[in-house]
């Protein structure tokens, strides 16, 4: 078993996971400003919480687009495993072939998607990833990344909306009562739940066209159950498709990683 680690820029999404299971999931706010030692300390809290014992645990995997907090964390599985953790990254093994213009450019949490979704679904795969951004990774029938699209986030779109004008104001998530809304705040529900919803079909459809083929669509991140309930295609809501990339990339990679490390793997 081990300790899969997704930071994004609003949340850390954490997770025990082998080949056989997956224990528990536990969702927090990333915090630039907190320490090695305050995150141990909300880990270790997760992880009892959870009825999981830290001597059970061989090894920790993180995946993270928020440099500052992927050293506290490195910290922090340091004192709770006393092993250096994996970060995905230069080094690191995927098996993916990445086609875009400068492999490098590529997030690891886009990285990481696209192996669990190769390990899981018939290819062609379009795979959104809804969080701060609403991210499409599009990877093709012979398994290579060929790239996608980066768009303003569900909640980024709506505080922007709320934020830059006079009368409008904030307002929660909420499903709204039908499509066409009679008043300001059915209209803002209606109008960034259905409109999300729609640019996910819209998008579908245009790939597609340009693939030549029909694709298999898989969502993920914390706004998918959100947007994807609303949409017309069939779209697959996977909630766990990160944890599961990084548990794949960990066995590709533990072997070496121990040997490079000095350290066994228990």
């Given amino acids: 078993m081990i300790l899969a680690i997704d930071v994004g820029n609003s949340n850390i999404v954490l997770g025990c996971i082998d080949g056989e299971k997956l224990y528990f999931t536990a969702r927090v706010a990333t915090n630039r400003s907190k320490t090695s030692d305050e995150y141990a300390v909300i880990i270790k809290s997760m992880l009892e919480l959870n009825g999981m014992q830290l001597s059970n645990i061989e090894g920790g995997i993180i995946s993270s687009v928020v440099p500052a907090v992927t050293v506290a964390l490195k910290g922090a599985l340091r004192l709770?495993?006393?092993?250096?953790?994996?970060?995905?990254?230069?080094?690191?093994?995927?098996?993916?072939?990445?086609?875009?213009?400068?492999?490098?450019?590529?997030?690891?949490?886009?990285?990481?998607?696209?192996?669990?979704?190769?390990?899981?679904?018939?290819?062609?795969?379009?795979?959104?990833?809804?969080?701060?951004?609403t991210t499409l990774s599009v990877v093709d029938d012979k398994g290579s990344y060929l790239g996608g699209m980066i768009i303003p986030g569900v909640t980024v779109s709506l505080e922007a909306l709320s934020s830059g004008t006079s009368q409008l104001p904030h307002i929660s998530l909420e499903d709204p009562k039908r499509v066409v809304g009679t008043n300001t705040v059915d209209c803002m529900k209606s109008g960034i739940i259905y409109g999300n919803a729609a640019m996910l079909d819209g998008i579908v459809d245009r790939v597609e066209q340009e693939l030549g083929q029909k694709a298999t669509t898989v969502a993920t991140g914390g706004l998918a159950r959100v947007i994807v309930p609303y949409c017309q295609r069939n779209i697959i809501c996977d909630d766990n498709l990160m944890l599961k990339g990084l548990r794949i990339i960990y066995q590709k990679n533990k072997d070496t990683w121990r040997d490079s490390k000095g350290s066994r793997c228990r």
């Fill in 80 to 133: 709770l495993l006393g092993k250096e953790p994996m970060v995905v990254g230069a080094g690191i093994k995927t098996g993916l072939n990445i086609l875009i213009d400068n492999p490098g450019q590529l997030g690891s949490d886009l990285v990481v998607d696209a192996v669990a979704a190769l390990a899981e679904y018939p290819r062609p795969i379009l795979i959104f990833d809804l969080g701060t951004a």
